[in-house]
């Protein structure tokens, strides 16, 4: 029998705002936003629980919550170089589609996609063609097919559920998912990727939670872009979890106007840690249709980690992610610490900005010295060198 505090997620569901004019009552709209706002949802879905309005700053028009969940007029600006399934989860060139709830780009993950639907609708979303539209409801037939395709791939090491929002399937639903893959042998590991820690966290139940133990060894992956999102309730539910011995990651998306900046990012990641979540990747956005508006250059995501390195924690720093369009696979955008100086001797440069010698070896020779000279492991410079270094750097003399 369920008891009152596990069905509270399907209330908040259920209570959610998916009609623009309902949101006068929440939020101060103008009258030309509503007016967008209808035309907007004719397009896009939309969709807000209570308890994530209740994390808005009604009185902002800027609040970076607010800009997450409420469309937005530029979302019908398609640009050229926008497309429609970003990622290329269909991509019939690389053979990456074996059977229609598969994506299976890597040789030994698969992502399975077992509901369109989700807690709330990302405004920023890559996979918009798709989330909370029902045309991708699945058929149970096409679920038997995504099982065939496991069970006959024996190269399939993980299995990542995700969506849609896995954790919008009810309980029973999920668990027999789980069960069946479960009982395939060759797959040691299921992910599960969810934003509704974030939308709805009343979805983490006890009930779920002993459920989802029995399949261990299991990652759940949050999706926490901003530290608002990070509230005692999300944090008291997604303990349940680290608790029973769940691992817990977080991805997160680089946005404008929302999370783009030193300060937030700190606070996101600072936050995460301390509430056991590890950081894991911090995605460039994707060229979905009518979401440039989010879109920051790439360099900005590469300074922010670069200052954020030496003043977090190392394991606070999420891998900043680049999805190469059409499903060629991810790459990480680095700032590279490691140049060259006139000579080929590397020149390392230090969180503070500095510059020191290094070599990967230890004996005098490949430290281009005397034998009989005084080896010290880190050489530093003097300031003028260091002045020198910097400009020869800066003009890109260095390789
Ligand atoms: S939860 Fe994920 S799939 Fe759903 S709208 Fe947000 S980004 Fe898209």
């Avoid at 990651?249 to 680089?254: I, K, P, R, S, Y």
Wanted: glycine share 6%; aromatic share 8%.
């Amino acid at each position: 029998m369920k008891t009152e505090h596990e069905e509270r997620w399907i209330v908040e569901d259920r209570k959610a705002i998916r009609n623009p004019k309902k949101l006068k009552d929440h939020l101060r709209l103008t009258d030309e936003q509503l007016v967008d706002l209808m035309e907007i949802r004719k397009v896009f879905r939309m969709k807000i629980t209570p308890y994530y309005l209740s994390l808005i700053n009604k009185e902002d028009p800027d609040d970076p919550l607010l800009k997450m969940c409420l469309p937005d007029k530029n979302e019908m600006i398609v640009r050229k170089g926008e497309l429609n399934d970003p990622i290329g989860d269909i991509n019939d060139e690389l053979e990456n589609h074996p059977t229609p709830l598969i994506t299976h780009r890597y040789p030994d993950r698969v992502l399975l996609f077992p509901t369109p639907f989700c807690g709330g609708y990302c405004r920023y979303c890559f996979r918009r063609r798709l989330a909370g539209n029902p045309d991708y409801k699945y058929k149970k037939s096409l679920l038997e097919d995504a099982f065939n395709y496991l069970e006959k791939t024996s190269a399939i090491r993980e299995v990542i559920l995700s969506g849609g929002d896995p954790l919008m399937l009810h309980d029973h639903e999920l668990f027999s998912l789980l069960e069946r893959l479960k009982a395939i042998p060759h797959i040691r590991t299921i992910r599960i990727h969810t934003r509704m820690p974030v939308w709805n966290p009343y979805r983490i139940t006890d009930d779920l939670v002993r459920g989802l133990t029995k399949f261990q060894p299991l990652w759940i992956v949050t999706h926490f872009n901003h530290p608002n999102e990070l509230s005692d309730t999300a944090m008291e539910h997604v303990s349940r979890l680290i608790d029973r011995g769940i691992m817990v990651l977080n991805q997160e998306v680089l946005l404008k106007g929302v999370n783009d900046t030193v300060e937030i990012q700190r606070e996101l990641l600072l936050t995460l840690i301390e509430n056991r979540i590890k950081p894991y990747y911090l995605h460039y956005l994707d060229k979905a249709e009518g979401i440039s508006h989010f879109r920051t250059d790439i360099k900005t995501g590469i300074d922010i980690l670069k200052e954020l390195r030496g003043t977090v924690p190392g394991y606070a720093i999420p891998h900043y992610i680049l999805d190469i369009p059409r499903g060629y696979g991810k790459v990480p955008f680095q700032f590279h610490y490691i140049n060259e100086d006139e000579k080929g001797n590397i020149i390392v440069e230090t969180p503070e900005g500095d510059y020191v010698p290094y070599s990967e070896y230890c004996d005098e020779k490949s430290m281009g010295m005397k034998e009989d000279a005084d080896v010290k492991p880190i050489m530093l410079f003097s300031k003028e060198d260091k002045e020198h270094l910097k400009e020869m750097l800066k003009n890109g003399n260095g390789k």
